[in-house]
């Protein structure tokens, strides 16, 4: 029963195996914050380049997450009363007239196991949207998404409503997708461009310097 055995289930995606082991060496009186960053999160920073080179495939990292979900959880009930370290907050969403969420949800959840405190939005999202949540969770970076080719123009629609509302100057955007490209990224004003999601969290550690 150790942090490495915790560590290598959660790279295997076995929920019911991670769930036991963090309660068990938190019964064991192991610091929860090491369990969670060198057991949890130290799994997942396996998963991302694995996931990256093309050894590990979106259901089998979908599977990881969710393990790493469960641990935390367990974590998170530990702590009630700490906060959980964070080195950046991020609001992510796929823009107005896109209804595809698996690629941005994968983003987000590597975004977590990173140490990010995420706020996902959700699918088909107007310029206003994107405008209210920075506004109310003021984050570091706005993450869009968008699959579709006729859904990428509306990206532009919200970096130029952040500029109107005087917002542009306090907030990263990035942007991804399957047809998002660097050059795309450059033509909109962006700051960012990730291929994947294993990309993402690398990008946005850049951008704040963390």
């Known amino acids: 029963m150790s942090i490495a055995e915790l560590r290598q289930e959660i790279v295997n995606g076995n929920v019911d195996r991670v769930e036991e082991l963090t309660k068990k060496l938190i019964d064991d009186g ?5 369990v969670m960053n060198e ?5 997942m920073g396996i998963v991302g380049p694995l996931f990256k080179n093309g050894e590990m495939f979106v259901p089998e990292v ?10 935390i959880d367990i974590i998170k009930k530990t702590l009630v009363d700490t906060e959980l370290p964070c080195i950046g907050k991020i609001v992510i969403g796929t823009v107005k ?20 405190k995420v706020v996902n939005l959700g699918v088909d999202l107007t ?14 970076i706005l ?10 123009a509306n990206m532009q629609a919200v970096i130029d409503a952040l500029k109107e509302e005087g917002l542009r100057d306090k907030v990263k955007v990035i942007i991804g997708g399957a047809p998002i490209s660097q050059e795309f990224a450059d033509q909109i004003g962006a700051d960012g461009f990730a291929p994947e999601a294993a990309s993402a969290a690398d990008l946005c550690k850049m951008l704040l310097a963390v």
């Open 30 to 34: 192991k610091d929860p914050l090491e």
């Open 39 to 43: 057991g949890l999160i130290a799994g």
């Open 62 to 71: 979908l599977m990881c997450a969710k393990a790493l979900d469960t641990g």
């Open 97 to 116: 007239g896109d209804l595809h969420d698996i690629g941005k949800n994968l983003v987000a959840m590597m975004l977590e196991s990173s140490g990010f």
């Open 127 to 140: 310029e206003e949207k994107f405008i209210e949540a920075v506004k109310e969770f003021e984050p570091d």
């Open 143 to 152: 993450a869009l998404s968008a699959l579709l080719t006729t859904t990428m």
